[in-house]
């Protein structure tokens, strides 16, 4: 239904009016069905490509300011917080083992 809607609006067969009301009626028939409206379809997508912009956007900078080649970060994957957190207690338990072997002569270095 939407392309043949859309197919009309294009030969202009069907004024915005009409439009308006047949996607008034989609909607209220969706809200019966417990399905969110067709705009609110529209603004989670939306809202993905922005959010998906942003990551782009930080990743580019995250790239310009390490001096990073873009080929090279994209091959890398970044870390899931799961496999952070484990990377992090692995460095922190290979610091406690260096502060042992080597007793007082790194104990200018802060604990985190």
Partial sequence: PAIAEAAAAVDGSR???QLAADELEQ????A???MPALEEFSQAASLTSDMENVRN???ELERCRTGRDPKE???SSELDEEE???EVAELRRVRRQIRYI???MLS???ES
């Fill in 108 to 110: 200018s270095l802060p």
């Fill in 84 to 86: 952070s957190a484990r």
């Fill in 57 to 59: 956007m930080r990743q």
């Fill in 102 to 104: 080597f007793g007082g």
């Fill in 27 to 30: 909607n209220a028939a969706r």
């Fill in 32 to 34: 019966s069905m417990g």
């Fill in 15 to 17: 004024s915005p009016a």
């Fill in 73 to 75: 970060h994209e091959e």
